[in-house]
């Protein structure tokens, strides 16, 4: 069965800093790989999504890199501020499956 | 706006008292789910579903009935609702094999 870890599970970091969240999964056969923003109490933001086949996908500030074959992942953010404050969540869809396993999750605070 | 819609947002209700939470999608997308996300375990799914009257249970479905009449609802309805449902709830959404899901705000519901 697929499991997915984030590491760290919280960071935190001043302001301007660049940062690497890591996650990892055990299962190398995925469909694709999501990384997605969660605020306090709230929904589920969609940040990046890398198909199987791509090795990374840039949106912004934010960069996500895949390495299928390891069975690893990282979401990168440059010239991190105050607001990329919250929880970021990396989920995988294994082939052949419609569901998302999502790790745990890092916590980030960036502080001013 | 493209979205998923949750109703309610809170739900405080007492054990067996059936309730049903709503999801609607505006985006004319196939592919609906739920998740529930409890501290310390994550994410994880209960129901999903591939097309109208077409459902399927995921890790975590006891407790739980859906139904997919119509494509853009997908209700999750507790028929005698327990406190160890007390949970943050997601539906989600996506379009094809290829796409990204997209959820909705989240209800917080408390069964006491």
């Known amino acids: 069965k697929q499991e997915v870890t984030q590491i760290p599970a919280a960071l935190s970091v001043p302001e301007g800093e660049n940062l690497v969240l890591n996650c990892s999964f055990t299962d190398s056969a995925i469909y694709n790989l999501q990384w997605f923003r969660q605020d306090p109490g709230k929904g589920l933001t969609s940040l990046l999504l890398i198909q199987s086949s791509q090795r990374e996908q840039t949106s912004g500030r934010l960069n996500a890199s895949l390495d299928k074959s390891s069975g690893r992942s990282t979401l990168y953010i440059a010239a991190s501020q105050p607001g990329d404050s919250a929880t970021y969540l990396c989920a995988v869809r294994p082939a052949g499956y419609s569901t998302l396993t999502f790790g745990k999750g890092t916590m980030l605070l960036v502080s001013p | 706006e493209a979205q998923v819609t949750q109703n309610p947002r809170y739900l405080i209700t007492v054990t067996g008292k059936k309730l049903t939470v709503t999801c609607s999608q505006n985006?004319?997308?196939?592919?609906m789910s739920w998740y529930r996300q409890d501290p310390g375990l994550g994410l994880r799914q209960i129901y999903y579903?591939?097309?109208?009257?077409?459902?399927d249970k995921g890790d975590v479905p006891e407790g739980y009935k859906v139904s997919r009449k119509e494509k853009r609802n997908f209700p999750l309805i507790l028929e005698s609702p327990s406190p160890n449902q007390t949970s943050l709830y997601f539906c989600?959404?996506?379009?094809?094999?290829?796409?990204?899901?997209?959820f909705g705000s989240g209800t917080r519901l408390t069964v006491v």
């Open positions: 985006m004319n997308h196939e592919y």
């Open positions: 579903s591939m097309n109208v009257e077409v459902t």
């Open positions: 989600a959404s996506r379009e094809g094999s290829h796409y990204g899901y997209t």
